[in-house]
């Protein structure tokens, strides 16, 4: 069965600040998709990035870079230059594709806090 | 815009009582899902569809049931509200029927609190 381990349960930083999250994912599968997903203080749930098994190219948007390495299981997300907007909840998540549909397991968040 | 939206947003009700809470989604998508958020286990998966007329068990289904009578609502439904019930509710939804690389829309959930 699939699983997703976010072992970093809270992280407090200043502004300004580089932060990594962690994020370490289990499966069978060869074929599989992460995610990253953000959760303000608001409530909502906002789709960041999306990464198949296939690619393992890292990707930067701006300030936020995800680094993907299948050799460790490890989707991890780095924040450059944090500012207090990044004050969030973090949530990896895996889809599988063999019988996995679209479900998402999620891992159990971040909560980031971003300082002045 | 298409939107997913959920209500009731609060909901209090006795342990015992049964209580639905609706989702609709204008994406015209194929996939719906429901997830609960309680502290110290993220998201779990509750119950899903990939259509009309197709329903799935997830994770944590116990105690819930859905129905998919059209593209667009999944209501999910607790047959006899528990305490172990009260969490926060999210509906989501995904295009393409069961694929598995799409990102999922969340709606802006729903605070249910069983007394």
């Known amino acids: 069965a699939q699983k997703v381990t976010q072992a970093q349960t809270e992280i407090s930083v200043v502004e300004k600040e580089d932060v990594t999250l962690d994020c370490v994912y289990e499966?069978?599968?060869?074929?599989?998709?992460l995610f990253w997903y953000k959760q303000p203080p608001s409530g909502e749930l906002v789709f960041l990035i999306r990464?198949?098994?296939?690619?393992?190219q890292n990707e930067i948007s701006g300030r936020y870079s995800w680094n993907f390495q299948k050799s460790t299981s490890s989707f991890n997300f780095t924040i450059t230059a944090s500012q207090v907007v990044d004050s969030a909840v973090y949530f990896c998540?895996?889809?599988?594709?063999?019988?996995?549909?679209?479900?998402?397991?999620f891992g159990t968040g971040t909560q980031l806090k971003v300082e002045l | 815009d298409a939107e997913i939206t959920q209500s009731p947003r609060h909901k209090i009700t006795e342990t015992g009582r049964q209580v639905t809470l609706a989702c609709h989604q204008t994406?015209?998508?194929?996939?719906m899902f429901w997830y609960r958020q309680d502290l110290g286990h993220g998201l779990r998966l509750i119950h899903y569809?990939?259509?009309?007329?197709?329903?799935n068990k997830g994770e944590v289904s116990d105690g819930y049931s859905v129905s998919r009578s059209n593209t667009e609502d999944l209501p999910l439904t607790l047959e006899s509200a528990a305490s172990s019930q009260t969490s926060v509710y999210f509906c989501?939804?995904?295009?393409?029927?069961?694929?598995?690389?799409?990102?999922?829309?969340f709606g802006p959930g729903t605070r249910l609190t069983v007394l």
């Open positions: 989501a939804s995904s295009e393409g029927r069961g694929v598995s690389y799409n990102e999922q829309f």
């Open positions: 499966t069978r599968d060869t074929t599989y998709y």
């Open positions: 990464r198949n098994s296939f690619d393992e």
């Open positions: 998540a895996l889809s599988e594709s063999t019988g996995g549909g679209n479900k998402l397991t």
């Open positions: 994406w015209n998508h194929n996939n």
């Open positions: 569809s990939y259509g009309v007329q197709d329903t």
